[in-house]
């Protein structure tokens, strides 16, 4: 059995523990216009769990109170299919934060979003959108028929209107694996992605980000029908990098799912692996409270630490 605060142990390594709180990621709600094979959520068009406009206010209420916020970072479901996620992103950027919409790119077709890209200019959102590769097969294949060439689409739309075009207005896209095994270094696969999206398409974006496969929901099911779940668990655990833990995103973020219950991680809100304490958006006077607290570990950690370390930023070491 993987034991993460045991191989932490081994490394010289204190148990891990929060520092001070300058990142809430924010989970809106599990809504999608897509269902990918490899979505740790297991979003879809299906779901129906949202953000209400009180847990909204709730947390406009927090964010009003905590003395340091770097960043807000809106994830999903896709993110824009929340109808609080105008004013989310409207009261962090009047607090001076910086916003990250993590688009699906495709929800930029869909009906009610016509004016989504003016908005987030208007907001100054920078854009992190997923593409787990350049190549048509690839991405249909993880994200269903017709994905990329809409995606493809979007990228053009966002940088019709100054996204990944130097303006300051920054376009990132995210890969992941397709299977099971780790990234590989994300500058040269960036070298790889500007090319041929610039050759193909004319395309541009700012930089790339690498994300490992965490070994939950959909992607952990996919490998257990496939009978590779302990070799992914073996690689994850024999690639373990003590230098990616100093960097982990834990440390200084908090992840708030759609209900306002509070996790160490998005990969521990998705396994429903609360606070140590419990404690919710209604218990805490500031997210500054949030600072020093033991951060909850399982299995999945290792995935975070392997290689060159993975987080919802990109690689760490």
């Not at 060439?149 to 075009?165: A, C, F, Q, T, V």
Request: proline share 6%; charged share 25%; net charge negative.
């Amino acid at each position: 059995m993987l034991d993460f605060q045991t191989t932490l142990r081994d490394a010289g390594l204190p148990p891990l523990e929060a520092a001070e709180l300058t990142w809430l990621q924010i989970n809106v709600g599990k809504l999608c216009n897509q269902a990918c094979h490899h979505c740790h959520v297991d979003a879809g068009p299906r779901r129906t769990e949202q953000m209400t406009g009180e847990t909204a206010d709730e947390l406009i209420r927090l964010m009003e109170a905590t003395p340091r916020l770097d960043l807000v970072d809106l994830t999903g479901g896709a993110p824009e299919m929340n109808p609080n996620f105008r004013r989310l992103v409207r009261a962090a950027r009047g607090r001076g934060a910086r916003v990250i919409d993590r688009c699906n790119l495709t929800v930029l077709f869909e009906p009610g979003q016509e004016d989504l890209i003016d908005f987030l200019v208007q907001e100054r959102v920078e854009v992190v959108a997923s593409m787990p590769c350049y190549s048509e097969a690839n991405v249909d294949k993880q994200r269903g028929g017709g994905v990329f060439n809409k995606s493809i689409g979007g990228i053009r739309k966002l940088n019709e209107s100054g996204y990944g075009r130097g303006t300051g207005l920054k376009l990132d896209l995210v890969y992941n694996p397709g299977g099971p095994f780790l990234p590989p270094p994300a500058k040269k696969l960036e070298g790889d992605y500007k090319k041929r999206l610039f050759d193909d398409f004319g395309l541009h974006f700012d930089e790339l980000i690498t994300i490992t496969n965490m070994p939950i929901k959909r992607f952990r099911h996919d490998l257990q029908r496939s009978g590779r779940l302990a070799d992914y668990n073996q690689l994850l655990l024999d690639s373990f990098n003590p230098a990616t833990v100093e960097g982990l995103m834990c440390r200084s973020l908090i992840s708030i799912s759609w209900d306002g219950q509070l996790y160490d991680c998005d990969f521990n809100q998705m396994l429903e692996m609360p606070l140590q304490d419990g404690r919710r958006l209604g218990d805490l006077k500031s997210f500054s409270d949030l600072a020093g607290r033991p951060i909850v570990t399982a299995p999945h950690c290792f995935g975070c630490t392997a290689g060159a370390g993975s987080s919802c930023g990109g690689s760490i070491d």
